[in-house]
């Protein structure tokens, strides 16, 4: 089921598909008008013609989240708490630092950073309700200092209920998804709040509303089908068929490569992924999968392998080998080592998951603190900084024609 392919045959799966998003912004386009226009009148029809909604109101109430409280396992709490606390301290890592310098010459340079003022999280709950992504979206905006913090999900389960109520996020949740919840929050209604970015993932008609919406809203990116490379040399055909099929199992659409100098590791791995398909829950989706958009490549060269991945831009990339990793140049987020499976950065490591696919890895990584800040330039120059700087500054504007940017110059001195 799961193809070995040679490098020369894998074109058509290295080269990046595009999200054939054409079709699917036809459908939404009207029903981001109708929300533009007739707010929640348009989002409470929506909500129940598409999430079935049964009642007259999107917002989860409090008497949701106790009832939800009361249908946990108990090992849920613990779990999350980990996870959180560790999510948290990631977070606070890649917080963008304000920092301030004085020059010789005068100048005082630096920067400040401010929150921005609201988000919104779309929170998948399809096939597989997401408690995981509500963490992963809603603990770097409140490390940034997000005061305003709406979710958004079609149909919240009770883990996803008692995980807003863990990060004291339960304010704004509304039972709203698809396009209707991206314009809601894009727009604002007399219900939900208007935020200044909108993260997530979601369906195709999610991406489509955030394709068409960016620039009206902040959005983190557009997101297609989820995606994994492996590279290795060597290794336990076990652990690499279980990675394999943990990204499969999300989506009939998800890809899962392995890259390999080994052909004798290549059969091993394709006899253990249909090995463990045979008793995996979810084999209907993770076989399709591997069998659409999954293979094994033999590569003839560590440095050819990571190439082939730079060509990917894969959202996730575990490597086996750690002295690969100044070759790579385009990853959404890297896994380092037999013991660091990406099912560990989904959950619990600290890094984000929400991460670009579709080859948009080649112009950012995941989303992270800084996507809810404003890293905002502040300069500050003497008299004496501002004379040196002068002649550079009314020769450079009068070349562009622009006289009275010159003469502001000039008036000072």
């Known amino acids: 089921m799961l193809r070995i392919i040679e490098l020369s045959q894998a074109r058509e799966l290295i080269t990046r598909k595009t999200i054939r998003l054409a079709e699917a912004e036809q459908v939404v386009a009207p029903i981001l008008e109708q929300v533009r226009k007739r707010g929640d009148d348009a989002l409470f029809e929506y909500a129940r013609k598409f999430d079935n909604l049964q009642t007259n109101h999107v917002r989860v109430h409090d008497v949701d989240f106790t009832a939800a409280a009361q249908r946990i396992h108990p090992t849920f709490t613990p779990a999350m708490e980990l996870a959180a606390a560790n999510i948290r301290e990631y977070a606070r890592m890649q917080m963008p630092q304000e920092t301030s310098v004085t020059l010789a010459d005068g100048r005082r340079l630096g920067q400040v950073v401010r929150p921005l003022e609201s988000m919104g999280a779309y929170i998948p709950a399809g096939r597989y309700p997401l408690p995981s992504t509500l963490l992963m979206t809603v603990i770097p905006a409140q490390v940034a200092g997000v005061k305003t ?6 149909h919240p389960s009770s883990e996803i209920l008692v995980a807003c109520d863990y990060l004291n996020a339960k304010k704004n949740v509304f039972r709203m998804g698809g396009a209707q919840a991206i314009a809601a929050m894009a727009f604002g209604t007399a219900t939900v709040p208007k935020v200044d970015r909108i993260v997530g993932p979601g369906n195709i008609y999610v991406s489509a509303a955030k394709k068409l919406l960016a620039g009206e809203v902040g959005i983190d990116f557009v997101a297609g089908p989820t995606e994994i490379v492996i590279i290795a040399a060597e290794g336990d055909p076990r652990h690499i068929a279980a990675d394999m099929l943990a990204q499969a199992e999300h989506d009939t659409e998800a890809s899962a490569i392995l890259l390999t100098t080994s052909r004798s590791l290549a059969e091993s791995v394709v006899r ?8 995996l829950s979810t084999s209907a989706v993770a076989s399709e999968a591997i069998r659409k958009n999954s293979a094994v490549i033999i590569v003839p060269s560590m440095e050819a392998a990571a190439e082939a991945s730079n060509q990917l831009a894969p959202e996730h990339l575990s490597i086996h080998d750690a002295s690969l990793l100044p070759m790579i140049q385009h990853a959404g987020s890297i896994f380092i080592g037999p013991s660091s499976p990406e099912a560990a950065g989904d959950y619990a490591s600290g ?8 080859g948009a890895a080649r112009l950012r990584g995941g989303l992270s603190t800084a996507d809810f800040v404003k890293v905002i330039s502040v300069q500050e120059l003497t008299p004496k900084a501002l004379a040196t700087l002068a002649t550079s500054i009314t020769t450079l504007a009068r070349a562009e024609g622009l006289e009275a940017h010159a003469r502001s110059i000039e008036v000072r001195l």
Not at 149 to 154: K, L, T
């Open 149 to 154: 913090i709406c979710i958004a999900c079609p």
């Open 272 to 279: 253990e992924v249909s090995r463990q398909l045979e008793s």
């Open 351 to 358: 890094p984000n998951h929400v991460l670009p696919t579709a």
